[in-house]
């Protein structure tokens, strides 16, 4: 989830019955914790890791373990890590890779 969230950094998780587009989940996956970007809110959550170059993980809504309420960082102020402006951005660097063949 670099750049916003770095390893070592604590998420507070809490449920949530309503998943907003932006917002970040935690979810298990092959028996570990992954938190990931939700870039498209439907039936099924299209999600992506922020520095994400391409992959992206279809996550059915019943998996969804909560949603990151906060982030903690030693030496900071805790903040709330949804984030439509990267979420946009996001699909649309994803997109540009799947639809166009733009390599980085």
Do not use: Q
């Amino acid at each position: 989830m670099r750049p916003r969230i770095l390893p070592g950094d604590r998420i507070e998780v809490r449920p949530r019955e309503t998943i907003r587009l932006g917002d970040v989940i935690v979810f298990v996956r092959n028996e570990s914790l992954v938190a990931h970007r939700v870039i498209k809110a439907g039936g099924v959550l299209v999600t992506a890791g922020d520095a994400s170059r391409g992959a992206t993980e279809d996550v059915e809504r019943r998996d969804v373990l909560g949603v990151g309420d906060r982030v903690f960082r030693p030496g900071t102020p805790p903040f709330r890590p949804h984030s439509l402006t990267a979420a946009l951005a996001l699909r649309a660097r994803i997109g540009l890779k799947y639809y166009f063949g733009i390599k980085r």
